[in-house]
């Protein structure tokens, strides 16, 4: 049985948890390409060695960010995303203009 430590949890079975994707860095939403925020969103590198990923724990809806092998499948580490995002990102609804 694979065990993974859940930062808010504590150890649990890898059956707990679902896959969340590669960590990347976002871009800003308001002055990027439509081409980078694309590649953002549905492309990954799939590189071989140690990456950052997302990861969720099913039973208590907990995102964090796991640090694995991707050759050894070795789970590195697991953290908390407060170590990597200091402030929300605000999302703001394009300016629509009202026709009159």
């Not at 002055?31 to 990456?51: H, I, L, Q, R």
């Not at 099913?58 to 697991?78: C, G, K, M, P």
Request: with cysteine; aromatic share 14%; glycine share 4%.
């Amino acid at each position: 049985m694979k065990i993974m430590n859940c930062p808010l949890n504590g150890p649990r079975n890898i059956s707990e948890f679902t896959y969340g994707g590669e960590f990347k860095v976002m871009p800003d939403p308001a002055t990027c390409s439509d081409a980078e925020w694309a590649d953002y969103v549905f492309n990954s590198d799939n590189a071989a060695g140690v990456v950052r990923e997302w990861w969720m724990h099913n039973a208590s809806s907990y995102w964090f960010l796991a640090e694995r092998h991707t050759v050894t499948d070795q789970i590195i580490r697991t953290f908390d995303p407060k170590e990597i995002f200091t402030q929300r990102v605000e999302f703001s609804p394009p300016s629509q203009e009202i026709a009159g």
